[in-house]
């Protein structure tokens, strides 16, 4: 069964930077490309970044461009997404998933359960 | 890289069939077939329906149909049964090699 298991939490000031983790389980992570997408509170789904397979490939929307950084290690079978510069429409729940194929082109096929990023001075 | 336009909500009766639709732009849902469509309730994972425009993943009901015209694509619920009552957002891949959602459809069930 396909595990994602996302952490990271917090609560941060704006300006401030955070740091996802999530816990892959249940498939080959190397065969896959990963991605972040995030809901702000009563606001729909947004795309963040993905990350082909083998992490030599990223993408990342015009709203987080240059301020996060996705990466993974297949030795621990984990994605992250580095947030820096953050700022109040940040503030949203961030899913981890999983893509159908190795390239980032591929639907989306299995998500976490969300971890909450809350931005607030 | 703006949201695809879909309706805010869209209702049926228990047996009825409804429709919903995802606009797009040819940089998007016009110029792939990696048109793609989601499940989710509130507090929950997405869930993935539809994918490439109109396969089901394997486990998905055949009451969930999609198709694509122009930049337009849509997602057919047939049948509509009261655990269908949930959100539901179209993605699409962009020619900036990421993903756009759409804007979200509440579903109810009269």
């Known amino acids: 069964e396909v595990q994602l298991v996302e952490s990271g939490e917090g609560l941060v000031q704006p300006g401030g930077s955070l740091r996802l983790s999530c816990a892959a389980s249940g498939f080959t992570f190397s065969s896959y490309a990963m991605h972040w997408v995030r809901q702000a509170p009563g606001k729909g789904l947004e795309y963040v970044s993905g990350?082909?397979?083998?992490?030599?490939?990223?993408y990342y929307a015009d709203s987080v461009k240059g301020r996060f950084t996705i990466s993974r290690d297949s030795s621990k079978n984990t994605l992250y997404l580095q947030m820096g510069s953050l700022r109040a429409e940040d503030m949203a729940v961030y899913f981890c998933?999983?893509?159908?194929?190795?390239?980032?082109?591929?639907?989306?096929?299995?998500w976490g359960q969300g971890t909450l990023v809350t931005v607030s001075s | 890289q703006s949201a695809l336009t879909q309706p805010a909500s869209v209702s049926g009766s228990p047996g009825q069939s409804i429709t919903i639709s995802c606009t797009g732009t040819s940089s998007d849902v016009g110029g792939y077939n990696y048109v793609s469509w989601y499940q989710h309730h509130p507090g929950k994972a997405p869930k993935l329906m539809i994918y490439?425009?109109?396969n089901r993943p394997s486990g998905v009901s055949n009451r969930f149909s999609g198709s694509k015209s122009g930049n337009t694509a849509s997602l057919t619920i047939s049948g509509l049964q009261a655990e269908d009552e949930a959100d539901y957002y179209c993605s699409s891949y962009t020619s900036s090699s990421t993903h756009v959602f759409g804007t979200g459809t509440k579903v109810t069930v009269l």
């Open positions: 490439d425009v109109s």
């Open positions: 998933a999983r893509g159908g194929c190795t390239s980032t082109n591929c639907y989306i096929n299995y």
């Open positions: 990350i082909s397979s083998n992490g030599g490939s990223t």
